[in-house]
Structures are given as C-alpha cells and as structure tokens.
C-alpha cells in the first residue's frame, strides 16, 4: 500500500467529517488521479460509510456519529489487509494497546506505569534503521501519511506506520 493511497483516504475523511460533499471530479483535480481510482477508494474503501446525493458524497448519518479517528482506524486496518496478514496482525495489537493506553497530557509525557508497550523496529527514507521502546497511544493521519503516536522514555515520539518493520509487546517491570 502506497502512502498516496493513505493520504488520499484520509484527506476524504477529514473533508466529509467537517461537513463537506465531495465530488469526484474536483477531488480527482486535487489529488492527481484519475476519477476511476476515486470511485474505487469512495465505493471499496469508505463503502457505506458515505453516501452520494446529487452528484456528490457526504458522510452517511450513521457515520456522523462515529469519531473521526474512530473511522480512520477502521480504514486503516481494512486497506492494510493488502499488505498481508502480518502486517494487519501488527496493526491490530497496535490498535488494541493504543485503546488499553492510558491518555498522557502532552505537556509532560512520560512512559506510565504498567502501561501495554511495544519494542518496535523501524527503517526510515533514509535507511536508518532505529529501536524503540512505546506505549501506544493513537494513530494520527499527518503529511500525508499515518503514524503511530506514543510515549517512549525519552517523551513523545510518532512512527510511520508503514516503516514499522517489526514489533513485540513487552511488560514493563
């Protein structure tokens, strides 16, 4: 799964949860493609989640009240089904710790105690490869791709999902 398949996604849910109707053919002119893959993103991947009155779409009523990241997560995890099992399993026990995560203020964040956390490698663009220690807290959609956000011994940190190369919970002591 590409990054730009995620932002595309993510960009529609943000448009439709603030209210908007969307059009295939101006979202097409924004994003680049062509409004066949939007029909496929709108109709494959958000499915009943929208719906489409005159010629544009909007959130469905039933959707209106469900959080946005609620959504998003949703989403996310059903589009990572084509990236093979493993990785959904990943992103299932991250999303199952990040629920299970005690909220942090963000002003001072600190690893909580006995706190679900993850030891996660990550490579990044540049082919760094790095550890870290995590206690998931959320997934956030931002430049246009997703990240895990959590609290690491040395504060907030944020991971891109698709950089996550392997993961294993561990217990803190």
Known sequence: MDNAKFARLGRILE?????????????????????????????QRLGDRVIKVNGTFQLAQ?????SRDAMIMQVVREV??????????????????AQKAPKQQPSAPRVPDSAPMLKISY??????????RLVPQSILFYDNQYWLQ????QGAEKIP???ISKMKPIKIK
């Not at 062509?34 to 109709?43: A, C, F, P, V």
């Not at 959590?150 to 011994?153: H, K, L």
Request: glycine share 6%.
């Open 150 to 153: 959590g609290i690491s011994d």
């Open 80 to 97: 990572c089904q084509e990236m093979g099992e493993e990785f959904v399993s990943r992103i299932d026990e991250i999303f199952a710790l």
């Open 15 to 43: 448009l439709l949860h603030k209210g908007e109707t969307l059009s295939i053919r101006d979202l097409s002119e924004e994003f680049g493609v062509s409004e066949r893959t939007l029909q496929r993103d709108i109709y």
């Open 161 to 163: 999902l698709v950089a």
């Open 123 to 132: 490579c990044l663009p540049d082919n760094t490869t790095h550890k870290i």
């Open 62 to 66: 039933k959707a209106k009240h469900q």
